[in-house]
């Protein structure tokens, strides 16, 4: 069983930065490939951020490459999501997702979820 508990979520301006923090319970953070996730009003929910287990392999949706950072510390059981540049289309709840094996871009293939943050960008 994996829990967890995504945080950092609020309002920020256009231009700006914010760091979202996944939590997962326990230690078992380590044996799992993580993903961001998000999903605006009426829409699907859509591929973000991945990263491995190891965290030395990650991947980016197009929309949010060269802004975006996922990372990981298994040490503290929390993988990060880095927000720099922030635009109005990324407002969203974001959701952080495990899965055992490797890295997937499809929200299908993740076993556990997060509560979901939410994510608003002022203009």
């Known amino acids: 069983q994996v829990q967890l508990v995504e945080s950092g979520g609020g309002l920020v301006q256009a231009g700006g930065s914010l760091r979202l923090s996944c939590a997962a319970s326990?230690?078992?953070?380590?044996?799992?490939?993580m993903g961001w996730f998000r999903q605006a009003p009426g829409k699907e929910r859509e591929f973000v951020a991945a990263?491995?287990?190891?965290?030395?392999?990650?991947y980016y949706a197009d929309s949010v490459k060269g802004r975006f950072t996922i990372s990981r510390d298994n040490a503290k059981s929390t993988v990060y999501l880095q927000m720099n540049s922030p635009k109005a289309e990324d407002t969203a709840v974001y959701y952080c997702?495990?899965?055992?094996?490797?890295?997937?871009?499809?929200?299908?293939?993740?076993?556990?979820w997060g509560q979901g943050t939410q994510v608003t960008v002022s203009s």
């Open positions: 997702a495990a899965r055992s094996g490797l890295p997937s871009l499809k929200n299908d293939e993740y076993d556990y």
């Open positions: 326990g230690r078992t953070l380590s044996s799992n490939a």
């Open positions: 990263i491995s287990r190891s965290g030395t392999i990650t």
